[in-house]
């Protein structure tokens, strides 16, 4: 299981004030602490610390100062293009964009900007109509991505499809559709494309925010997620996603299974 | 979801002892709690505590005791037909019959015994063989049961299709293998019957039998389980049962669902 740590993101106020007031300290702490609980990836998102004119530039100070501290792959999180390049240019080792999403335009441009950097790309099987109501126009939207990956060259393996979950609070059928989507998407290419979930959108807005995060988690996987953008540091939803690395057979038995896991990392 | 619940079972130390020296206050106790943390039905097992000759009598006693403190149905739980028929004939409301296999023979005398007691029956997946090693032998023999239970008038509403967790530490990819079975027996029939698993027996001779327990249903109710031989005082248990019937849209969401589930019983 591939897990993208989420913390470094200006929406938490422990990361937009270190944003605002330069504190490299804060920044570097949160990604050791990550890399430390499993993270494979660190996303970094500014958030709204910072004006909109200023986002390029804080973009790339979150950049050089986590690189200043780990050689850890990023995914450079934002909607915003020119935030976008400007976290590309100064990253080191191959990152991650998070993210495209389905509409023709712009996945053509992200995928060249992909193979640019030889990123991995997380693509949203959403479009301008927004995000789908149904099983099927996820789908579509879905091999769409595929095929547009294919046409130009980028490896299925660099490929993150996101099907997008929902708030269960505001759009409770959403959840069943993710899974099913999921369902249906396996084995849609050989090799196969990653799918990854923004899992925390889950449970916004809840009060059950981990217990939410984690049983998602745990269903998504049944059904053939392999990555998940999460906070790493939620011990009991890194059990979760090792049990069932476990029960999935990705991982052999023995009796400190969740010991082992974390030491193998 | 339907739970039975599993703790009237001689093979625990409390249960065994109070069978032994018939202290009725602990198997009501043990039956209150059970039935006010979820249990739909409780499980009836006297295990090992008495002699093979007495586990009749025990049964009989076992049934009577519980039934002197509620109306809940029972679960009788014993491979021996003396002892099942002799509970049977204890009980006062229709039970659940735990369980038969598939072998066409037992399989037909217990649909019958089902009837002849309007009682719900658990089959299992397994035969003369032992339990299969592959998924389509245990769909197999899963279609052997609703063809059974369909020629010999058994609602497939009082059916309940057991695929067999073996224990992790044992034979690592038969939780797969069940998970498997369990998705392509989707639809067999309509109404569909149950889908049951004895849960505990996924994490026997483990040291995270709780975690494992909650993890693999999870996985299994996203596959299709809708039915659990489990501890229902395992609070986490039952929060992870709860959350994923949310997920799966069979609850109405509110900040409180856990607590609106519960108070639903």
Redesign the interface.
């Known amino acids: 299981m591939i897990i993208v740590g989420e913390r470094l993101n200006g929406q938490f106020s422990d990361v937009g004030k270190a944003i605002q007031t330069k504190d490299k300290k804060v920044i570097q702490d949160l990604a050791f602490e990550q890399l430390e609980s499993g993270a494979d990836y660190l996303d970094v998102n500014v958030g709204t610390a910072v004006a909109a004119a200023e986002k390029a530039e804080a973009m790339v100070w979150l950049v050089e100062t986590i690189q200043e501290a780990t050689d850890a792959p990023l995914a450079i999180d934002t909607p915003i293009d020119a935030v976008m390049r400007a976290g590309l240019s100064a990253v080191k080792n191959p990152p991650m964009i998070n993210s495209t999403n389905a509409d023709p335009e712009q996945l053509a441009a992200y995928i060249d900007l992909a193979l640019q950097y030889d990123a991995d790309l997380i693509a949203l099987t959403m479009d301008k109509g927004g995000v789908p109501n149904d099983v099927a126009k996820r789908i579509e939207l879905g091999a769409n991505i595929v095929v547009a990956a294919m046409e130009a060259g980028l490896p299925f393996e660099k490929l993150y499809i996101d099907l997008v979950a929902i708030p ?2 505001a759009a ?2 959403q ?2 559709i993710v ?1 099913e989507a999921l369902r249906q998407m396996q084995g849609v290419a050989d090799p196969s494309p990653h799918f990854i979930l923004g899992l925390s959108n ?1 449970s916004q807005s ?3 925010r981990s ?2 995060n984690r ?2 988690l ?2 998504c996987m ?2 053939g997620l392999d990555a998940a953008i999460a906070d790493p540091m939620d011990t009991e939803l890194m ?2 996603m090792i ?2 690395e ?4 990705r991982q ?2 023995s ?1 400190s ?2 010991a082992a896991y974390r030491s193998s990392k």
Chains 1, 2 share one sequence.
């Open positions: 269960v609070g409770q059928p959840a069943g899974l889950i809840t009060v059950e217990l939410l049983i998602f745990v269903m049944t059904c059990d979760a049990t069932t476990l029960l999935l057979n052999i038995y009796h299974f969740l």
